[in-house]
C-alpha cells in the first residue's frame, strides 16, 4: 500500500461544474495535509492546508479532512479551463518525520 | 517579497559527471527542503536543511549531498550522475517541514 494515494485520473469535468479530487493515506499519525496545483512543467504551488477534521474553505476551494477514515479531499466549485492541472496531496507525519506526495490527480476542465 | 529562487533553470550533464543545484528560500524563511520528480510523478524528498544542518533524509544514496548556508540558502550536488537521475529538481522553502512549502521553479536536469 502506497503512503500517500491519488487516483492518476485523468478527471474530467464541464466548466462551471464542482471537481471532486481524492487522497487517502496510510499513517494514523499523520496530522498535517496540503494541496498543491502543479501545470505541466512548473512547478507546484500551495492551495491549501488542513490540520483537523472537518472542512475548510478558501474562495472556490474546499479542502475536507476526516482522519478516522484517513481520507482528504479537495472540491473545485465553479470549475474553469484555468483549474485544469495536476492536484497533488502531501502529507507530513510527525513521528517519521516525513514529508509526503501522492502522484497527483490530472484534471481536465472542458469548456 | 521574492519567493523560492532557483538556478540554473536546465541543465544537461554527462553520466558520471557532477552537478550542483542552488536555491534561494522566500524571505523569512529557515528550512530548505530538496525533491526529485520524475516524469508522471509526484515529488519525492530527498532531505531537508535547518540551522545549516541534514536534518532529516528520504530515501536517496549518499551521491546526493547538500549544505545550507548562514543565508538559509542552500545546495544540491549529486555526484557519478545516472540517466536515471534525470528528473525536475524542486526546492521548498518553509518554517518547517510540517508547514506550508513553497516551491521555486526547479531545476530541470538532463543526464545524457
Known amino acids: 500500500q502506497k503512503e500517500v494515494e491519488q487516483n492518476s485520473g485523468p478527471l474530467s469535468v464541464p466548466e462551471g461544474a464542482i471537481a471532486s479530487l481524492n487522497c487517502t493515506y496510510s499513517?494514523?499519525?499523520?496530522?498535517?495535509f496540503f494541496w498543491y496545483r502543479q501545470y505541466s512543467g512548473k512547478s507546484p504551488e500551495l492551495i491549501m492546508s488542513?490540520?483537523?477534521?472537518g472542512d475548510k474553505e478558501d474562495g472556490r476551494f474546499t479542502a475536507q479532512l476526516n482522519k478516522a477514515s484517513q481520507y482528504v479531499s479537495l472540491l473545485i466549485r465553479d470549475s474553469q479551463p484555468s483549474d485544469s492541472a495536476t492536484y497533488l496531496c502531501?502529507?507530513?507525519?510527525?513521528?517519521?518525520?516525513?514529508?509526503?506526495f501522492g502522484t497527483g490527480t490530472r484534471l481536465k476542465v472542458l469548456a | 517579497d521574492a519567493g523560492v529562487t532557483q538556478s540554473p533553470t536546465h541543465l544537461i550533464k554527462t553520466r558520471g559527471q557532477q552537478v550542483t543545484l542552488r536555491c534561494s528560500p522566500k524571505?523569512?524563511?529557515?528550512?530548505v527542503s530538496w525533491y526529485q520528480q520524475a516524469l508522471g510523478q509526484g515529488p519525492q524528498f530527498i532531505f531537508q536543511?535547518?540551522?545549516?544542518?541534514?536534518?532529516q533524509r528520504g530515501n536517496f544514496p549518499d551521491r546526493f549531498s547538500g549544505h545550507q548556508f548562514p543565508n538559509y540558502s542552500s545546495e544540491l550536488n549529486v555526484n557519478a550522475l545516472l540517466l536515471g537521475d534525470s528528473a525536475l529538481y524542486l526546492c521548498?522553502?518553509?518554517?518547517?517541514?510540517?508547514?506550508?512549502?513553497?516551491f521555486g521553479q526547479g531545476t530541470r536536469l538532463t543526464v545524457v
Open positions: 521548498a522553502s518553509s518554517w518547517d517541514l510540517a508547514t506550508e512549502a513553497f
Open positions: 524571505s523569512g524563511h529557515d528550512t
Open positions: 502531501a502529507v507530513f507525519t510527525s513521528g517519521t518525520y516525513k514529508y509526503i
Open positions: 536543511y535547518y540551522e545549516e544542518e541534514e536534518r
Open positions: 499513517d494514523r499519525g499523520s496530522q498535517s
Open positions: 488542513i490540520y483537523s477534521n
